[in-house]
């Protein structure tokens, strides 16, 4: 998932990037309400993780601005206060979740696992085409009932064009959810993600085709 994560304490968001980022999400994180207020309403975030207390604008505000120009994207909201009007009044405003801090990471990962679920149509961590199956939970990954080794980065590819099969994934699309805006990636950064991962999947019983001038789908046998 391409996730923005907005809490000011610098600890915590420290914490809770380099926990998603391990385990293959591709993750951006703003300190300051007011700074965040253009880049949550940017559609090709999957998950907002907001803190409610912020500087400048309060979550609560940004989720407000989200949920008014009809974003559907996912959002968790952060709190410290365990005052259950809180967390009403975040999911009365369109949070699909809450966490209370100070919590487990392990939660927090098991959380954003059920919003991808639930944003993907199904009730499963298994995502499965031909011979290949992706586990989402674990970010492992078979081909024929053999584990294939992947990068980071090529497994995360594999799941986004999996999670919609047929589906036309545009290059410039694609960029956004496997890069964070600081890695700044070649030009063909992509064609070359697509390419290793053509290579490890032969026999895996679907396509994942080139669409000049599109993008890339995957078209099974």
Known sequence: MRILVVEDTVDVAEAIVAS????????????????????????????????????????????????AKGLATSVLMLTACAEIEE???ALDLGADDYLVKPFDYRELDARIRMLLRRGGGGGTNLLVAGKVSVDRKTRSVLLDGRPLELMRREVTLLEILL???GRIFGKDELIDRLFTIDDNPSANAVEQYVGRLRKK???AGFEIRTLRGLGYQVVLA
């Open 163 to 165: 999670s919609r099969p």
């Open 201 to 203: 999947l032969v026999g």
């Open 87 to 89: 967390r009403v009044h």
């Open 20 to 67: 998603l980022t391990r385990i293959g999400h591709v993750v951006d994180w703003e300190a300051h309400g007011a700074r965040a207020e253009a880049r949550v309403l940017d559609p090709h975030y999957d998950l907002l993780v907001l803190d409610i207390m912020l500087p400048g604008v309060d979550g609560f505000e940004l989720l407000r601005q989200v949920r």
